[in-house]
């Protein structure tokens, strides 16, 4: 697809400020297949610096709450006020783990390559994330995967770059669809491989970011042909 929304964004200022893969671009492909209208919130679960966040407020109008563990509320803020969305977007410095929100008060949660590090294990969904939404609320999740289990077997070109440790988090589609449907309260609509794959990456392999850089050899080497990025959109029953 063309990523038209996130072609009007600086893309230096992206490019300063990802933290992975391009989650604008991500997020532009996960809205394609859902309505957002103003008024509605939008928990964005593990923002980074908040590109996902500037993304929703500015595109949509919606109000965010832009959460994170690792980027904190202050910084956020400064950067969500230069844009002027300081009014559409509140910054939480917050463990995903113990969320400080009401029950069913999001109409929307969506998380862009962070749900890896935190929705594991059977219970998250049901205990932690699902509680948060509304009934008919949407829950979009897209997360880096791997096209099949690589079952701590890695090959020679993503060795280049990583350890089976540290692509522990990297599942199939199948993987994530098993994992999920032993969730009571969501129902999930789909499991599908994301389209722009190449181009999330591609731009996140064009940062100074350290680990953009430390990422190069695997990729250059075609780690790429066993991997892709996982989209999953469910629905709160």
Same mark, same amino acid.
């Given at each position: 697809?063309k990523?038209i929304k +996130?072609?009007k !964004?600086?893309?230096?200022? *992206?490019?300063?400020?990802m933290?992975g893969p391009n989650?604008m671009? &991500?997020?532009e492909e996960?809205?394609a297949g859902?309505?957002?209208?103003?008024?509605?919130r939008?928990?964005?679960?593990g923002?980074?610096?908040?590109?996902?966040s500037i993304f929703l407020?500015k595109e949509f109008?919606?109000?965010v709450?832009?959460?994170d563990?690792?980027?904190?509320?202050t910084?956020n803020?400064?950067?969500?006020k230069?844009?002027g969305?300081?009014?559409?977007?509140?910054?939480i410095?917050s463990d995903?783990l113990?969320m400080p929100y009401?029950?069913?008060?999001f109409d929307?949660?969506?998380s862009?390559?962070?749900?890896?590090?935190?929705?594991? +294990?059977?219970? !998250?969904?049901d205990?932690? *994330?699902?509680p948060l939404?509304?009934?008919?609320?949407?829950?979009? &999740?897209?997360?880096?995967g791997v096209?099949?289990?690589l079952?701590s077997?890695?090959?020679v070109?993503?060795?280049?770059?990583w350890?089976?440790e540290?692509l522990?988090?990297?599942?199939s589609?199948?993987w994530?669809?098993d994992l999920?449907?032993?969730?009571?309260?969501?129902?999930?609509?789909?499991v599908?491989?994301m389209q722009?794959?190449d181009?999330f990456?591609?731009?996140w392999l064009?940062?100074?970011?350290e680990y953009?850089i430390?990422d190069?050899?695997?990729?250059?080497?075609?780690?790429?042909?066993?991997?892709n990025?996982?989209?999953i959109i469910a629905?709160?029953k």
């Open positions: 697809m990523y +996130t072609s !964004y600086d893309k230096q200022f *992206l490019l300063d400020n933290m989650a671009k &991500i997020l996960m809205t859902f309505t957002l209208k103003p008024g509605m939008v928990l964005d679960l923002c980074g610096k908040g590109l996902t407020a109008g919606v109000q709450f832009a959460h563990l690792w980027i904190t509320a910084e803020y400064q950067r969500f230069s844009f969305l300081d009014n559409l977007i509140t910054p410095h995903a113990d009401a029950d069913e008060h929307i949660v969506v862009a390559d962070a749900y890896q590090y935190f929705g594991e +294990t059977e219970s !998250y969904m205990e932690k *994330l699902a939404v509304k009934k008919g609320g949407i829950i979009a &999740i897209a997360v880096p096209k099949k289990e079952n077997e890695l090959p070109e993503m060795s280049c770059s350890t089976a540290d522990s988090t990297f599942h589609c199948g994530w669809r999920l449907s032993k969730s009571h309260k969501i129902e999930i609509e789909s599908s491989e722009g794959f181009e990456w591609n731009d064009e940062c100074d970011n953009a430390s190069r050899p695997a990729m250059e080497a075609g780690a790429g042909k066993y991997m990025f996982v989209q629905k709160k």
